[in-house]
Nanobody
C-alpha cells in the first residue's frame, strides 16, 4: 500500500521558518521524482518544488519561493523535506507531497496534506 505522510506544518509568524517532512512507503522511493505542492485558501493547487530521484539531480522551485525554500531528500529514509525560511502570509496553504515517475508526467501518488499558516 502506497503511503505519503506529511508532517511539520503549523502556525508561524511572518519571517519564521518551518521544515516539512514527507515519509514514503509502498513504492520504490529512490526511483521517483518527489514534489511539494501547495493549495492556498480559495486557489488552485500549485507546484512549489521538485527534486530528481538521484543525488545531484535536477531541482526546481516556483519563482515565488526561490531563495527561501529548499527541497531535499534522503533516499535511505524514504523521506523528502521542504525547508521554508522567511515565511510570508501568502505562503499560507495546505502543503502536499507527491511522487511521479518522471519529470513532466502526472503525479502518481499524493499525501494527505499538512496545513501551514503564516500569521502574526
Amino acid at each position: 500500500q502506497v503511503r505519503l505522510v506529511e508532517s511539520g506544518g503549523g502556525l508561524v509568524q511572518p519571517g519564521g521558518s518551518l521544515r516539512l517532512s514527507c515519509a514514503a512507503s509502498g513504492f520504490v522511493f529512490s526511483s521517483y521524482v518527489m514534489n511539494w505542492y501547495r493549495q492556498p485558501p480559495g486557489k488552485e493547487r500549485e507546484l512549489v518544488a521538485a527534486i530528481s530521484s538521484y543525488p545531484g539531480g535536477r531541482i526546481m522551485y516556483a519563482d515565488s519561493v526561490k531563495g527561501r525554500f529548499t527541497i531535499s531528500r534522503d533516499n535511505a529514509k524514504n523521506t523528502v523535506y521542504l525547508q521554508m525560511n522567511s515565511l510570508k502570509p501568502e505562503d499560507t496553504a495546505v502543503y502536499y507531497c507527491g511522487a511521479r515517475e518522471r519529470w513532466g508526467t502526472p503525479t502518481d501518488y499524493w499525501g494527505q496534506g499538512t496545513q501551514v499558516t503564516v500569521s502574526s
